[in-house]
C-alpha cells in the first residue's frame, strides 16, 4: 500500500492568515491526490482533485500543487467556516489510502 | 444530484456479520463506482471497496477475506457485509459514491460499534 503522511498533525492559525500544509507519499503517485475537508460531525468533502484541479463551487482561496511525493494545500486568507480537518487520499494504486489528516484550528 | 443514506445495526457482536445498507438516489448509479469507508478515531478514514454497475468490484486486501459489497440496481441499494468482526471494526461507516478514484458523494456516516 502506498503510505500518505500529512503535517503538521495540527495547525493553529488566525482568520486572515495564508496556511499551507503538506501530503508526502511513500511512492511516486504523479499527480494522483485529492484533497478532502471534514467538519467537527460531517463527512468528508471533496475539496481538490488531481493535485491542483479545484471542484466547481470550491471558493478560489483554496489552492493545491504538487506532483511525484510532495503535496501542498494552500488557503490564501483564512475564513471561519475553514476550520476543518483536511485529508489527502492517493489513487495512484489500489487499495486507495488516505493521509491521517491535518486538523485547521483558529488561534 | 446524487444523495446516499446509510442504514442497519449500530451494534454488532464480536465474531458477528456487520450487514449496512445504503439508498442510492440519483438517476445516474450506472455512472459512477460506489462503495464504503471507514473512520476510525485511531486510524483514520480507511477504504473498504468498491462496486461498479458492470459488477466489478475490488476491496482493500487488508480485509478482502471479510467483505463483501453488492449493489441491487433494481432497488438502488449498495449493501456492505464485513463478517467476523473485532472491535478494530468499530468505526463510522460512509456510503460513498464517484468515480473509481475520488469520493465525490458521502452519506451521512453511521457508527457501528463491536461489542458484546
Known amino acids: 500500500d502506498i503510505q500518505m503522511t500529512q503535517s503538521p498533525s495540527s495547525l493553529s492559525a488566525s482568520i486572515g492568515d495564508r496556511v499551507t500544509f503538506t501530503c508526502q507519499a511513500s511512492h511516486d503517485i504523479n499527480k494522483y491526490l485529492n484533497w478532502y475537508q471534514q467538519k467537527p460531525g460531517k463527512a468528508p468533502k471533496l475539496v481538490i482533485y488531481?493535485?491542483?484541479h479545484l471542484k466547481t463551487g470550491v471558493p478560489s482561496r483554496f489552492s493545491g500543487s504538487g506532483s511525484g511525493t510532495h503535496f501542498t494545500f494552500t488557503i490564501d486568507s483564512l475564513q471561519p467556516e475553514d476550520i476543518a480537518k483536511y485529508y489527502c487520499q492517493q489513487y495512484e494504486n489500489l487499495p486507495l489510502t488516505f493521509g491521517g489528516g491535518t486538523k485547521l484550528e483558529i488561534k | 444530484q446524487v444523495q446516499l443514506q446509510e442504514s442497519g445495526p449500530g451494534l454488532v457482536k464480536p465474531s458477528g456479520t456487520l450487514s449496512l445498507t445504503c439508498s442510492v438516489s440519483?438517476?445516474?448509479?450506472?455512472?459512477?463506482?460506489w462503495g464504503w469507508v471507514r473512520q476510525t478515531p485511531g486510524k483514520g478514514l480507511d477504504w473498504i471497496g468498491y462496486?461498479?454497475?458492470?459488477?466489478?468490484?475490488n476491496y482493500n486486501p487488508s480485509l478482502r477475506s471479510r467483505v463483501t459489497i453488492s449493489l441491487d440496481t433494481s432497488k438502488k441499494e449498495l449493501s456492505l457485509k464485513l463478517t467476523s468482526v473485532t472491535a478494530a471494526d468499530t468505526a463510522v461507516y460512509y456510503c460513498?459514491?464517484?468515480?473509481?478514484?475520488?469520493?465525490?458523494?458521502w452519506g451521512q456516516g453511521t457508527l457501528v460499534t463491536v461489542s458484546s
Open positions: 488531481e493535485a491542483s
Open positions: 440519483t438517476d445516474s448509479i450506472s455512472t459512477y463506482y
Open positions: 462496486i461498479h454497475y458492470s459488477g466489478n468490484t
Open positions: 460513498a459514491g464517484g468515480f473509481y478514484n475520488t469520493v465525490d458523494y
